[in-house]
Antibody, heavy 118, light 106 residues
């Protein structure tokens, strides 16, 4: 079955960077974009950006432009999201999701908790 | 930039019909997708492209999109339908989520 499995929880200090991975299986990785969405504690969903897994093209939310980098390794069928210059406001669950039919997100990864604390 | 608005909360009696709205300027010109998120779980799509229901989603879930409002309808609401629901659209290759609606089944 189609599955996205993300890396484990991270604890980072302010100013540091974090890199979260998203391992895809059950479908042809290069055929679909992978998106990253985050959710702060008790808050809603916030889209961060996406990568075309085929050609590596990316697009980022203006809010995170310059601070986020989404990459992929096609041989490992894995997408990565790196966020730099972390502050406490970056404490959140980070999800990856496959874009299906160039439109909606299905499925989602299980989420990776990133905690930023001194 | 485009914005979509959802009510913070909706309550429904067990077995009755719940309606969750997603408002946006001329939202009828966009495809609206709906996600259900239960506590401690990742979101799951329950309606895609306004009206389509993925396999495995009960027929009690339906969607409609017209004018400036898209609506997710949950008929014969069950306790298991309690969750947060998010609408999502695209605008200039950017995904836009509504703020989410907490559905409470009384």
């Amino acid at each position: 079955q189609v599955q996205l499995v993300q890396s484990g929880a991270e604890v980072k200090k302010p100013g540091a960077s974090v890199k979260v991975s998203c391992k895809a299986s059950g479908y042809i990785f290069i055929n679909n974009a992978v998106h990253w969405v985050r959710q702060a504690p008790g808050q809603g969903l916030e889209w961060m950006g996406w990568i075309n897994a085929g050609n590596g093209n990316t697009k980022y939310s203006q809010k995170f432009q310059g601070r986020v980098s989404i990459t992929r390794d096609t041989s490992a069928t894995t997408a990565y999201m790196e966020l730099s210059s972390l502050t406490s406001e970056d404490t959140a669950l980070y999800y990856c999701a496959r874009e299906w039919n160039y439109d909606w997100f299905d499925p989602w990864g299980q989420g990776t908790l990133v905690t930023v604390s001194s | 930039s485009y914005e979509v608005t959802q009510p913070l909360s909706v309550s429904v009696a067990l077995g009755q019909t719940a309606r969750i709205t997603c408002g946006g300027t001329n939202i009828a010109n966009k495809n609206v997708h709906w996600y259900q998120q239960k506590p401690g779980q990742a979101p799951v799509v329950v309606i895609y492209k306004n009206t389509h229901r993925p396999s495995g989603i009960p027929e009690r879930f339906s969607g409609f999109n017209s004018g400036n409002t898209a609506t997710l309808t949950i008929s014969r609401a069950q306790a298991g339908d309690e969750a947060d629901y998010y609408c999502q659209v695209w605008d200039s290759s950017t995904a836009i989520f509504g703020g989410g609606t907490k559905l409470t089944v009384l």
